[in-house]
């Protein structure tokens, strides 16, 4: 929520001089984040069906998750780039990505990163489900930012990752 706040303002500051459009989706998995449960996120996992949240992608209208997902994903198939911020538990910010077309945009970040490419299976198919794999199939530059730990406020990596957003923008 903190990185959210800079990047708003920062946005709102800008505005002016931007050239596209910058859609901020604040939570896009409420009902995941409200099942945590003191320091385990139980909320990993669709209750009902028992799949992970994250590889709901490119979504359905099926489960609660894959009808979110799919709402999701409609709105990232609108942009040319997507960032997908996240948080883990005991984490430092760090990037993600799936497609060489993306690089371009991580070593803007600046951020440590993990190149996802399996060089046994080249559709990536052990990722099928992501957001980042949705949207790397329809040619959208993506990554993913863990932002660090979701059970604690540590200034250091809220200003890493706002910095590095403020570069992209």
């Known amino acids: 929520f903190f990185i959210l706040?800079?990047?708003?303002?920062?946005?709102?500051?800008?505005?002016e001089k931007l050239d596209g459009t910058v859609t901020v989706v604040p939570i896009c998995n409420p009902v995941s984040w409200s099942q945590r449960v003191y320091y385990y996120t139980a909320?990993?996992?669709?209750?009902?069906?028992g799949k992970d949240w994250n590889r709901s992608y490119p979504g359905s209208e099926t489960t609660l998750s894959s009808r979110m997902s799919k709402k999701i994903f409609e709105i990232a198939s609108k942009h040319e780039?997507?960032?997908?911020?996240?948080?883990?538990?005991?984490?430092?910010?760090y990037t993600i990505f799936m497609s060489d077309k993306s690089r371009q945009i991580v070593e803007v970040l600046g951020i440590r990163y993990n190149y996802f490419i399996d060089s046994k299976n080249k559709d990536n198919s052990v990722f099928h489900g992501t957001l980042?794999?949705?949207?790397?199939?329809?040619?959208?530059?993506e990554t993913t930012i863990e932002c660090g730990s979701h059970d604690d406020f540590d200034i250091e990596s809220v200003k890493m990752v706002f910095e590095a957003l403020k570069k992209l923008v």
């Open 5 to 15: 706040h800079e990047l708003v303002n920062y946005l709102k500051s800008i505005e």
């Open 43 to 49: 909320g990993k996992f669709d209750l009902y069906k």
């Open 81 to 93: 780039c997507v960032i997908d911020l996240h948080t883990a538990r005991n984490s430092k910010p």
């Open 132 to 141: 980042n794999h949705a949207v790397a199939s329809q040619g959208i530059l």
